[in-house]
């Protein structure tokens, strides 16, 4: 009986996570098979969605790359998005060492404060920000993209390496200042190697949140030129009908990498969360 039951447990949960699994898988299928799929194919209602009923065409991929914008689309959001992860790290990194080692009791109750004003929602700060924004004169321009999303990428990851800070024993620290290092010193040789997986978690969380962003960017450029792939995929290519081919591929190409990321690095980036919130 207890085999029974444990079969019957391990089978309900199995099941589960087959069924979850496949249902979040169903929307790369999807975009994988409407990338290849003929016009025809895709407009006909007696053909089956999920299947090829004609041959599979790249027509969709060459319209996206030689008759778009798209190439530019994905160059701009590499652009802002490394440019996100390095000021992130310039100022989270710091802050939050420092917080943790000199701070004392005030400096976790001002992380913590400093974490709910990534809670903030966006269209709350939009007008403010908006009118940052105006008077710097940085309109039409990728600079307003890099100076607004730090405002909420360096909130969520100085509280985040405030944990894994936390997590290092301070003797390792004195150790190397007894061997001779300054405290920066000990910081950059023994406190970041350490914290490989917190740093690792804020470059990827930084990166895919800048280039997920659609609010202000949709507000602060409006150029094709300097659309990120966020929004112009959404914005460039729905005209009077929707050309799902090319939107799909569109959709697809910017995932392949963040899923390649997250597959490979997936037990640092889980470390990084649950060290970063548990310590």
């Not at 790359?65 to 998005?81: K, P, S």
């Amino acid at each position: 009986m207890p085999t029974l039951r444990r079969l019957r447990q391990r089978s309900v949960l199995y099941g589960v996570v087959i069924f979850f699994t496949l249902f979040s898988a169903m929307p790369f299928f999807w975009m994988v098979i409407t990338s290849f799929k003929r016009a025809h194919d895709l407009f006909t209602i007696t053909n089956n969605p999920f299947l090829y009923n004609e041959p599979p065409t790249w027509e969709h991929m060459h319209h996206l790359f030689y008759d778009t914008l798209f190439v530019q689309y994905l160059i701009n959001t590499l652009v802002t998005g490394l440019a996100v992860v390095f000021i992130t790290l310039i100022v989270a990194v710091p802050a939050a060492y420092s917080l943790t080692r000199w701070a004392g009791r005030w400096g976790e109750n001002l992380g913590i404060g400093i974490f709910l004003t990534y809670l903030v929602p966006p269209t709350l700060l939009f007008i403010p920000l908006s009118k940052v924004i105006a008077i710097l004169h940085l309109h039409e321009s990728l600079w307003a993209l890099i100076l607004i999303y730090p405002t909420f990428t360096i909130p969520f990851c100085t509280w985040l390496l405030m944990g894994f800070f936390k997590s290092i024993p301070r003797d390792i620290e004195e150790q190397a200042l007894i061997d001779g290092y300054s405290r920066v010193g000990a910081m950059v040789r023994v406190v970041l190697p350490l914290s490989v997986s917190g740093i690792l978690t804020v470059v990827v969380f930084a990166f895919t949140l800048s280039m997920h962003e659609f609010i202000y960017a949709l507000a602060f450029v409006s150029s094709s030129a300097l659309k990120t792939v966020s929004i112009g995929v959404p914005t460039e290519l729905i005209g009077e009908f929707f050309e799902w081919g090319p939107l799909m591929a569109g959709a697809l190409i910017p995932s392949i990498p963040v899923a390649i990321v997250y597959t490979f690095f997936l037990d640092r980036f889980i470390a990084g969360f649950t060290a970063g919130a548990v310590k």
